[in-house]
């Protein structure tokens, strides 16, 4: 399985992007697609999950209201981010897993990021 994040790019406070993740291969039901981010000097953070098969959500506290994930099939998910700030600076991954969890390690494959810069 490969997933493949795009979208990431340079915004100001308050603007919107949406990241997209398309994997290889069919998506399960049973998967649940996630998004973390990872800040310069910071761990790994959850951001947002989606189970593929009943499109059931989860978000951060920090993200709620203002981060939206969605699925397309056959095999993407975008997470659409508006009202920004500088605290969403990360580099966004997305991942895939058969576990509903925001801990990182419970999921198994991981696309290679996508910079997300915010200006104040």
């Known amino acids: 399985v490969q997933l493949q994040a795009s979208g990431g790019g340079l915004v100001q406070a308050g603007g919107s992007l949406r990241l997209s993740c398309s994997g290889s291969g069919r998506i399960y039901s049973s998967a649940v697609m996630a998004w973390f981010r990872q800040a310069p000097g910071k761990e ?3 951001v947002a999950l ?4 009943t499109t059931r959500t989860n978000y951060a506290d920090s993200v ?3 981060f939206t994930i969605s699925k ?3 095999n993407t998910v975008h ?4 009202s920004l700030e500088p605290e969403d600076t990360a580099v966004y991954y997305c991942a895939r897993g058969t576990q509903w969890s925001v801990q990182a390690n419970a999921y198994d494959y991981w ?10």
């Open 50 to 53: 989606i189970r593929w098969s």
């Open 72 to 74: 397309d099939s056959p």
């Open 111 to 120: 696309g290679r990021g996508t910079l997300v810069t915010v200006s104040s």
């Open 79 to 82: 997470l659409e981010m508006n």
């Open 64 to 66: 709620k209201g203002r």
């Open 44 to 46: 790994r953070e959850f």
